[in-house]
């Protein structure tokens, strides 16, 4: 029999929220590469303890060992190269979300700045995408 205790933790684990999600990011040189590492870097903020983040320069063994607990794996690439995705595939992981800046109307530029209206537009996707899985 399942006590008050149980059952709420219960709940809280069936929560979106409360899934523990690693984002495996391209971190590029790019300004949508670059955009991955600043989405990377505000999802730990804004989830902590239920994100862990990975660069794909990382490498597959870092990647795997990120991956093995997570409930979720998100792949989030900057561009058509989907270097964050290439790496886990090395890894032997499958991400069951993979995103790409570029998809979400971001124009690759190695000159341009990264605008916080796209690091916004990027954890939103990243987000909307966690809560549907």
Do not use: F, H
Not at 13 to 39: F, K
Not at 58 to 63: D, R
Request: glycine share 10%.
């Amino acid at each position: 029999m399942m006590g008050i205790v149980d059952a709420a933790a219960a709940a809280a684990a069936a929560v979106g929220d409360e899934m523990t999600v690693t984002l495996i990011t391209c971190s590029g040189l790019s300004n949508v590469g670059r955009l991955t590492t600043a989405v990377g870097q505000q999802l730990l903020m804004r989830r902590p303890g239920r994100t862990e983040w990975v660069r794909a320069q990382a490498g597959p063994a870092a990647i795997a060992v990120a991956a093995d607990d997570a409930d979720l794996v998100v792949a989030l690439d900057g561009c058509e190269d989907c270097c964050g995705s290439k790496k886990a595939a090395e890894a032997g992981v499958e991400p069951s979300i993979r995103i790409k800046a570029i998809d979400l109307g971001i124009v690759k530029d190695g000159r341009a700045e990264v605008k916080y209206s796209e690091i916004e537009t990027v954890i939103r996707a990243v987000l909307e995408a966690v809560d549907r899985a």
